[in-house]
């Protein structure tokens, strides 16, 4: 073998061994097909009560602002056109859990001496 063939059968298995470790395309696994995400929220004996819906992006910078900023819960309004107003804790664990499991169920802090249980889920757009 002189030079130039090594060279070439070198590039050559090179180029093989490359394209045999790269992933698989996403796209051609129908079970990991990419669906766009969004954070809704199911609010129990509602009385006009919202729950702004999230997309995936800012639930994602929520537990990473959670996390920036000493696990301290971030704290989200559900006021809606009701006279009073709950306050949603979303800590780490929450988002964690609701991130791996798609939906958790949570309860608002108290107003007006009552709380709602809120189903967190994650649906698709
Ligand atoms: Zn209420």
Do not use: C, W, Y
């Not at 999230?54 to 959670?66: A, E, R, V, Y």
């Not at 709950?86 to 009552?114: D, F, K, M, W, Y």
């Amino acid at each position: 073998m002189n030079r130039r063939t090594l060279l070439q059968t070198t590039a050559i298995t090179t180029l093989g061994l490359i394209m045999s470790s790269a992933p698989k395309s996403f796209a051609t696994e129908p079970e990991l097909e990419a669906q766009e995400l969004q954070l809704t929220g199911l609010i129990t004996n509602n009385h006009g009560h919202v729950f702004t819906t999230l997309t995936l992006t800012q639930t994602i910078l929520i537990l990473q602002q959670i996390h920036k900023d000493s696990e301290k819960p971030s704290l989200v309004s559900i006021k809606g056109t009701s006279g009073h107003d709950h306050i949603l804790e979303l800590t780490t664990s929450l988002l964690l859990e609701l991130l791996t499991l798609g939906q958790i169920e949570t309860v608002t802090q108290p107003g007006a001496n009552h709380t709602h249980p809120v189903m967190l889920q994650l649906a698709e757009i």
